[in-house]
């Protein structure tokens, strides 16, 4: 009996079924076309350090609105301790991330050593990265590997206020030393303005441009952080902090100094920093000012232009990660990306790396229509003529940090130069005993 009432119930589903499907083949046939089988895109997030309203918003826009198959969305994590924490926790613990972006060779490696960034070896016959960025992407080499692209020019250089070299009747420098520096500062100081700012992240730029050409140990081993140029720039800083021609460090930490604000204000007539400050200099709104800038080279230690190397190289490195579900979307989009999908950063001073972007491209929107408020020949020289060799920081961040405590020390009048080198080979010999 329950078997003859299951089979009745059965064939009435079937009569109810039947006649829906045979309306659908009908339709099909009257109509010629069948729907498309609507398939779900395939979603990726990309974490960076970049405000998205700087560009980041405007590239993944451009491509989700041709790539409606791979959809992007751009977090915003802060490039500081606790935002690259908060990354690091977000790859660890399997959240969203498919690509990142890292700002330091040491950022990049400790995410390298926890297995969160894609090997990208496996792609070698499909995008040359040496290639299409040059030599200098050599400089994120994990292990001989790359584990990443690194997808901008980092350039750092000095902004100049033009107006005041042209009244103290001083050129804009191609090639120049920190004692010339020091000049220059020296005749457009007052009692009102510094003739020169930095950021505080600049700040050993000068060691590593001695030791990265010099090395960071000897030749018979041993630290050399008490190279001679080390010292010669202890004491020619400290002798402009106090002829007031620079700021004294203990002032700029304790009143948190904004040095590119005054900068644009007209308070300090030489800024050392990098394109960056482009976000700020093109705000004529929030940053008004009468006076054209002009651009040099950061300067050297060494007395032969021969012997130096200025920091820069490449920068912004994006990595797929590892534990993504959508490698292969995630390496369309990031080979997008690097060869010139990111161009609406340029407006931000973040220059495509790639030979594939436009240079010109790069320019009009860096400087965002304000091309009367800089000097445009000292800005393309800087950025596309300086043959100086380039490096990328890799120092590892302990000795960042310790040489910085000890330096600190010797700005701030509590310890003398021979001290502080003697203490900055100390620590980072006992460094290199522990990570040998």
Known sequence: MKKTKSAGLLAMALMMVLPACNSASTDTAQT???????????????????PPESG???????????????????????????GNLKLDTALLTGQDVDLF??????????????????????????????????AAAKDWQVGGKYYGIPTVRSPFFVWLNKDLLDQAGLKVPTSWTWNEMKEYATKLKTDSRFGLVQHLEVYPDPMDSVLVKQGYTKQGGGSNL?????????????????????????????????????????????????????RSSNNLKDNP??????????????????????????????????????????????????????????AGGRIPASKEAKADDALKLLLAGNDSTYDIASLKYVLFEDQTPIYSRS????????R????????????????????MVKRHNDFLKTNK
Not at 56 to 82: F, H, K, L, T
Not at 246 to 268: C, I, R, S
Not at 404 to 423: H, P, V
């Open 289 to 346: 000012r009468s006076f054209k800038i002009a651009f040099a080279p950061v300067p050297r230690l060494a007395s032969s232009q021969n012997e130096y190397v200025t920091r820069g190289g490449l920068g912004d490195f994006v990595s797929i990660n590892a534990k993504s579900k959508h490698q292969a979307e995630a390496w369309k989009f990031l080979k997008w990306y690097a060869d010139g999908g990111l161009m609406p950063l340029a």
């Open 226 to 278: 008490d190279h001679p140029l080390v010292g010669d720039w202890l004491q020619l800083l400290n002798t402009m902090m106090n002829e007031k021609s620079t700021p004294k460090l203990g002032e700029q930490l304790t009143t948190k100094m904004p040095v590119e604000t005054m900068f644009l204000k007209g308070e300090a007539s030489m800024l050392n920093a990098g394109s960056w400050i482009f």
């Open 395 to 402: 120092v590892p961040q302990q000795v960042m940090d310790l």
């Open 56 to 82: 980041p918003q405007a590239v993944v826009d451009a491509w989700n609105a041709a790539n409606p198959d791979i959809q992007v969305s751009y977090e915003r994590y802060v490039n500081d301790d606790s």
């Open 404 to 423: 910085r405590e000890e330096y600190e020390k010797f700005f701030l009048g509590n310890q003398d130069a021979a001290a502080t080198l003697s203490s």
């Open 101 to 134: 972006v890292s700002y330091t060779g040491t950022a990049l490696k400790k995410r390298v050593d926890s297995g969160v960034a894609l090997d990208l070896s496996r792609y070698a016959g499909e995008y040359d990265i040496e290639a299409k960025m040059g």
């Open 32 to 50: 010629g076309s069948a729907k498309p089988v609507s398939k779900e895109a395939v979603k990726l997030k990309m974490w960076g350090g970049v």
